[in-house]
């Protein structure tokens, strides 16, 4: 069993920052990858960003130099500080994991829960 808990949603004014975290936990061999996205409503679920292994990011064009993920191998855990945030960013932010567990040698995605972010004044 694998576990995503994230924590830091919450409703902030536009041009405010907030920082997401996400820590997974369970029967984990190995994290390929994390990240975080987002699904406003009515709309699909997006990548946000993502952070391999290695520490290689990826992010999407509208949050380019506004967000920035990082994480914590030691703790299995993500973190996406947002800054500068836009109305169009409100949306529940979910966490997502590509990872090995320990009963199993493929790899598997796992999400959290989400998280709700609302940017308004």
């Known amino acids: 069993q694998v576990q995503l808990v994230e924590s830091g949603g919450g409703l902030v004014q536009p041009g405010g920052s907030l920082r997401l975290s996400c820590a997974a936990s369970g029967s984990i061999r190995s994290i390929n990858a994390m990240g975080w996205y987002r699904q406003a409503p009515g709309k699909q679920r997006e990548l946000v960003a993502r952070i391999t292994y290695v520490g290689s990011t990826m992010y999407a064009d509208s949050v380019k130099g506004r967000f920035t993920i990082s994480k914590h191998s030691g703790k299995n855990a993500v973190y996406l500080q947002m800054n500068s945030l836009k109305p169009e960013a409100t949306a529940v932010y979910f966490c997502?994991?590509?990872?090995?567990?320990?009963?199993?040698?493929?790899?598997?995605?796992?999400w959290g829960q989400g998280t709700q972010v609302t940017v308004s004044s």
């Open positions: 997502h994991a590509l990872l090995t567990t320990t009963s199993a040698w493929e790899t598997s995605d796992y």
